[in-house]
């Protein structure tokens, strides 16, 4: 059964940092373009980030996250991780993240993945 979990979310002040993991079971996460995604209260699901699978060469950031979110992937261990910093309130929510064989990781952060997992919340306040 595919299943990806994420985790690390939790409190965290403004400008400080978070690193969130997402493990996946049931299969290898070698082949699949991997994002990760967020929703606010009361808001739509927006992309953040995504990474190919091919050497990852090919990352895309939501405009608004870059410079402060990286996106990488560890094969070996079949964990893809979104390190935030600088992080600001309005990054308060609950971050999913997703598996595609889809490469185009422009057209995946707009039209969203194949599986997904059930998030983890993430609250910036002081």
């Known amino acids: 059964q595919v299943q990806l979990v994420e985790s690390g979310g939790g409190l965290v002040q403004p400008g400080g940092s978070l690193r969130l993991s997402c493990a996946a079971f049931?299969?290898?996460?070698?082949?699949?373009?991997m994002g990760w995604f967020r929703q606010a209260p009361g808001k739509e699901r927006e992309g953040v980030s995504c990474?190919?699978?091919?050497?990852?060469?090919?990352?895309a950031y939501a405009d608004s996250k870059k410079g402060r979110f990286t996106i990488s992937r560890d094969n070996t261990r079949n964990v893809v991780y979104l390190q935030m910093n600088d992080v600001k309130p309005e990054d308060t929510a609950v971050y999913y993240c997703?598996?595609?064989?889809?490469?185009?990781?422009?057209?995946?952060?707009?039209?969203?993945?194949?599986?997904w997992g059930k998030g983890t919340r993430v609250t910036v306040s002081s």
């Open positions: 997703g598996a595609d064989l889809d490469q185009d990781c422009s057209r995946r952060l707009h039209y969203g993945m194949d599986y």
């Open positions: 049931g299969f290898t996460l070698e082949h699949y373009a």
């Open positions: 990474i190919s699978s091919e050497e990852a060469t090919y990352t």
